[in-house]
């Protein structure tokens, strides 16, 4: 048989802390973790007194001492932040009661009682998480959109009637509205100077917006115009409201009651704030092309057709790039290129150096001096033809689709890769090498011009070189 020995200290101290986080829950009193540690660690101390005991083992009250003291009691954090915590819950359960009485006795149905509230949108706000993957995306945060609007929304209590939304902006018309009728729009459009509501726009508001629709309504379905409007008691809601129209009866909600009874909280405005985030996301999808690979999935023939068009297309603007930059090259040859000889290089990724030479002999052969001279391909064209290469891979790679910059940059390096050899080979042949590694591998031939000339070997040119240089400094041949 197993037995456990409590500390009876520290038993003691979790009891006594669980009763003070009740307390200070009761009277809505924030706690946070680092409260709780030190309250713990006086706590252990105090009991640890009481008991007798006049020097306890320490007691630090770690991280984890602390998440097993939450999992053991079952402690939770929550969020106490918002109108709930300011809420008065004797006033809102006394106005159920008095409205009830205000239908009774105005003789409102479900289709006759309105109510509108309004919240705030950041319309133009991205999510501050998004998956990538960790091994092979990376991805930039950016600052978040502040730009804000207010959205007014009513409806009735049956359903059956939902008005078309108010929005409050800033600009009277937008840059983005500068060619059409604002009166046209599917929104009621409002301008305020920091798109909040205030008590002369929500006048505005209920004499061009709220009662023109309402009476629409009503002559649609045939509902007497004896409206019921509910409003929270906010500052922006005029009182003026209460007589401003002899068949629209205003009744305010009471103060700080909001979170508890306003009808629009009963996740109707969640529900439109959703909608328009799934809309504004898929307007950015189609707009960026993310879906493209569903098209062909599993199809392999596709899959290379779309590969070659997505080659052909910076193919076509890198072609004029090149023909532009090529005829700004001052060697001979370069001003008239066309884009059919360019393409031809494009097209033809096999050449190698070789080729290249002999396509140059036979031109050359077939011409003459002169076109021997205009198409002979020197080291000083091959050299500016790397750098423009060069030059277009900088510009191409700004191209927000990687996997096309990918495709034609393979095309390209395999294009020019014939040329960026032999312009190396002919660097290392033209590399200026030490005198003796010339005489070694290069010893000079003798002339022809005789036939005595013939039998002098290469030793006896050089010791007849050495001769005169003697007899013309008269120093020894030690000396040099």
Known sequence: MVKYCQN????????????????????????????????????????????????????????????????????TNIN???????????????????????????????????????SGLFWKRLPSKTFVVKSASKCRGQKLQKKRITVLFTTNASGTCKLKLSVIHTA?????????????LNVHWLTARKAWMFTALSLSWFDDCFVPDVKIFCEQQNVPFNILLLLDNAPGHSPLL????????????PPNTTSLIQPMDQELICNVKAAFSAKKFKLLNDCTNTKDELCNLGDTDSESD??????????TVAVDLAREATQSVTAVGFSETTNEDIMEVIRDPEVTADEI????????????????????????NVKDAIEFVEKLKLVLSNDPDDHRYKVFNNQLLQ???????????????????????????????????SDSDSDVDFEGFVREALTTMVDSDGDSPEGH
């Open 172 to 184: 009277r018309k937008p840059h983005a509205y500068k060619n059409m009728d604002m009166t046209k």
């Open 80 to 118: 106490i932040g918002g109108e709930g915590a300011s809420a008065d819950h004797v006033a809102a359960s006394d106005f159920p009661p008095f409205l009830r009485e205000v239908m009774e006795e105005g003789q409102y149905t479900d289709d006759q009682v309105f109510n509108m509230d309004e």
């Open 357 to 380: 030479l002999e396509d140059n002999d036979v031109s050359e052969d077939a011409s003459g001096a002169a076109a021997r001279e205009e198409h002979k391909l020197t080291h000083g």
């Open 8 to 75: 009876k200290v520290l038993l003691k101290k979790e009891n006594l802390l669980v009763s003070y986080l009740i307390r200070q829950a009761r009277r809505n009193t924030a706690v946070d973790t680092r409260s709780v540690q030190e309250y713990a660690r006086e706590l252990y101390v105090a009991v640890a007194h009481k008991v007798g005991i006049a020097e306890p083992k320490p007691f630090n009250a770690s991280s984890g001492w602390l998440q097993g003291f939450k999992k053991r009691n079952k402690i």
């Open 415 to 449: 294009t020019m890769e014939p040329s960026i050899k032999m312009y190396h080979e002919h660097i290392n042949t033209s590399r200026q090498r030490n005198i003796t590694d010339f005489f070694a591998r290069n010893p000079p031939q003798p002339s022809q011009a």
């Open 306 to 315: 779309e590969e070659e068009e997505l080659a052909d297309q910076p193919v």
């Open 242 to 253: 209460l007589d401003r129209h002899p068949n629209v009866k205003v009744v305010f909600l």
